[in-house]
């Protein structure tokens, strides 16, 4: 690690990430170098390993800011509501995941690739911003459905998780895609991420309506 202030090299970590995920927009995890978002950083590209060794390091890094934010909104909920019912809460839930796009591409496809040339120490401190995400999902039904034991709390984060690591591919398709599909004959009809989540946790929670 390069010598000099915390506040620097978290603000030099920040440039990459932020560098990596404007170039994630338009192009694809495997067409991305680190070259590439050198170019999009204010400093010289072999700096970057100063930070991360690898690309898949610095996309990780990412998709620990992405559980960071969705934390945020997720503790904002609990915050500012002394109660919700089935729907309200899924309304909100799925307004914070509608936000977070990135996240759920990088869940669905590009994780193990991430996670298996990530070095140890870069792994554990993604993990602990999953489990982070857990805690706070976890915090909102305790309040919002005081009915809800730890095994139906737990069963609704077994449900939940798996979901978000599948909705992308419902909520985002290539041209390509979409012609394969009319080709064919697939009967598909286009849900946004908001759409599915909320339907998704309205129908787990129901049975625990107040």
Not at 124 to 131: G, H, I, L
């Amino acid at each position: 690690m390069p010598k000099g202030s915390e506040e620097l090299t978290n603000a030099r970590k920040e440039e990459i990430i932020n560098a990596c995920a404007s170039l994630y927009e338009t192009m694809g995890f495997k067409d991305i170098t680190i070259r590439d978002i050198g170019a999009k950083t204010s400093f010289t590209r072999t700096s970057i390993y100063n930070y991360f060794q690898t690309k898949e390091e610095i996309f990780l890094a990412l998709l620990e800011r992405e559980h960071r934010l969705w934390i945020a909104d997720l503790k904002e909920i609990a915050r500012t509501n002394s109660s919700l019912s089935v729907d309200g809460f899924a309304d909100k839930l799925a307004r914070t995941l509608e936000k977070r796009g990135c996240m759920l591409k990088l869940m669905c496809m590009n994780l193990y690739d991430m996670e298996g040339n990530s070095r140890i120490e870069n792994l554990v401190s993604f993990k602990k911003e999953y489990a982070n995400a857990l805690r706070a999902i976890s915090c909102c039904l305790e309040k919002f459905f005081p009915s809800m034991g730890v095994n139906d709390i737990q069963e609704f984060l077994y449900a939940l998780f798996p979901f978000l690591f599948g909705i992308y591919p419902y909520t985002s398709h290539t041209e390509k895609q979409m012609e394969a599909m009319r080709l064919a004959h697939v009967d598909y009809v286009h849900c946004t991420i908001y759409e599915l989540t909320k339907l998704f946790v309205v129908k787990i929670l129901r049975p625990f309506e107040g």
